[in-house]
């Protein structure tokens, strides 16, 4: 089949993203390059950790804390109200290790506040450090994780440091969907040094999943206090940070944890839909806002899912688009889709659906602009009437 330049010209956009990939993301600053600070120069650290109904990683994630390298730390389990039993096996873990272990049991939530945000203060409240790490149930971690953050907190003067960890995908819809998220994330905050130098705090972000600060910094900013009714706290702490004239320091930090998100697709979609309409909207103009997700998902729609479909077309129907620029964008879009498989560290078998995920993810940024501010997490309703 001769390709004609025209139709090769049609399908340079597509060329050029896969081409482009590698270079794109670009200037990632690895946690792992900060050293922790000698024994007798570590400062006590208070790893915090909010949980509702997380009867299923709580004791995985305590068990890697446990196995820090670093002397001086505390642990403090925030129990947010679980209802899986959660509770029960937080208070063995605590038993277990009275000299390293705090089980919290948190207060009912109160009007106004998300739960994470209401868990995290709690911790804060009762913590004793003068660093203070807040890292989600589901995460897994390094033995040196802790001393390279606080090794990156001395090396950058940092008032908050974030780290990327790796991303776990095991099932189909995991391994569907995740890539299309974590490859838009990667990709409009490509360079990560650019994102460390900013004063424009529309061009931060930090990761939820592993937020450190020092105390004095945490307290300047207010805290989860300050963000307590965001859904996307993580990024509106780093937000705060920058407008508070205060230092970022995001690092990639795949080699020193990892977090498996969701496990199935409904909670993909639980997930997903509570935080990517109002993540998008925080990192744009006001006047932009209310139209933005709708642009991502025709985006979406556009640049992933019509090079295959017109290619498809083109056996079943007269009059359809060129097969060449068909055929070109859709093996160019391939190519980008195992690219990122890649630098995301799974399997390429599900490369080649990267149509579905992006139709899913689409839909994902839909359903999230229609929810509004009504949301459903963890067994509680938010927003709406």
């Not at 050293?35 to 790893?47: G, I, K, L, M, T």
């Not at 569907?176 to 931060?204: C, K, S, W």
Request: aromatic share 10%; charged share 20%; hydrophobic share 45%.
């Amino acid at each position: 089949m001769a390709v004609s330049p025209s139709e090769l010209l049609a399908a340079l956009p597509w060329a050029l993203a896969a081409l482009l990939a590698p270079v794109l993301i670009r200037r990632r600053p690895r946690l792992v390059d900060s050293r922790s600070p000698a024994v007798e120069d570590q400062p006590r650290v208070s790893v915090i950790v909010p949980a509702r109904n997380e009867a299923d990683n709580i004791a995985g994630i305590v068990a890697t804390l446990l196995s820090s390298d670093y002397g001086r730390y505390e642990i403090l389990i925030v129990d947010d109200r679980s209802t899986d039993g959660t509770t029960e096996i937080a208070r063995r873990l605590a038993a277990r290790h009275p000299d390293r272990i705090r089980l919290i049991n948190g207060a009912d939530l109160p009007a106004g506040w998300m739960g994470k945000c209401w868990a995290c203060w709690q911790g804060f409240q009762q913590a004793s450090g003068d660093v203070l790490v807040f890292t989600d149930a589901d995460t897994r971690h390094h033995p040196a994780l802790l001393g390279h953050a606080v090794g990156a907190i001395r090396r950058y003067n940092a008032d908050l440091v974030s780290a990327f960890p790796r991303q776990l995908m095991f099932t189909f819809w995991e391994r569907v969907v995740q890539p299309h998220v974590f490859t838009a994330i990667m990709l409009r905050y490509r360079d990560g040094e650019r994102i460390n130098r900013t004063r424009d705090e529309r061009n931060v972000i930090a990761n939820g999943q592993f937020l450190a600060f020092p105390r004095s910094s945490y307290e300047e900013i207010g805290g989860h206090q300050a963000v307590r009714a965001e859904v996307v706290e993580d990024l509106c702490l780093a937000q705060r940070t920058v407008r508070h004239g205060g230092k970022l320091h995001l690092a990639w930090a795949d080699d020193l944890i990892a977090t498996r998100m969701y496990r199935s697709l409904s909670g993909l979609i639980e997930g997903w839909s509570k935080n990517l309409a109002r993540a998008a909207r925080h990192t744009v103009d006001p006047w932009l806002r209310p139209i933005l997700p709708w642009l991502v998902a025709l985006f979406l729609l556009a640049f992933w899912t019509a090079p295959p479909l017109a290619l498809l077309s083109t056996l079943f129907l007269q009059g359809a688009p060129p097969l060449g620029w068909s055929a070109a964008a859709t093996l160019a879009s391939l190519l980008f889709w195992l690219i990122m498989h890649r630098l995301l560290r799974i399997s390429p078998t599900t490369a080649f659906l990267y149509p579905l995920g992006a139709l899913v993810m689409a839909g994902l940024f839909i359903r999230s602009a229609l929810l509004g501010e009504s949301i459903t997490w963890k067994g509680r309703k938010y927003g709406g009437s």
